[in-house]
């Protein structure tokens, strides 16, 4: 019932930046947080950054180098990421969590994008 479709990825040298976006679309009442997570190879899927309508929070290892923002008119999530290094190589996918309605019912969701690719090379 939501899609979430993501954009932004790509090969980078390190100390370089990119943007990630993540588009919501469907039925959609409300949205609770919107996030980033990552999963490198051969590891689990961690959390980048979150935000919520109260503030934010990032993973230790990204503080300081990237920024999650969020155009509630757009349902979009963006992650800025600045500073690149090569450890943070891996495919990156946005969550969304909230409340979808067919107007007579409403339901809790929790929706993940496909993945975008991000290479950053030494």
């Known amino acids: 019932q939501v899609q979430l479709v993501e954009s932004g990825g790509g090969l980078v040298q390190a100390g370089g930046s990119l943007r990630l976006s993540c588009a919501a679309s469907?039925?959609?009442?409300?949205?609770?947080?919107m996030g980033w997570y990552r999963q490198g190879p051969g590891k689990q899927r961690d959390l980048v950054a979150r935000i919520f309508s109260s503030g934010t929070n990032y993973a230790a290892s990204v503080k300081g180098r990237f920024t999650i923002s969020r155009d509630n008119a757009k349902n979009t999530v963006y992650l800025q990421m600045n500073s690149l290094k090569p450890e943070d190589t891996a495919v990156y996918y946005c969550n969304v969590k909230g409340i979808v309605t067919n107007y007579t019912h409403r339901a809790d969701f929790s929706s993940w994008g496909q993945g975008t690719q991000v290479t950053v090379s030494s």
């Open positions: 469907g039925s959609i009442f409300s949205i609770n947080v």
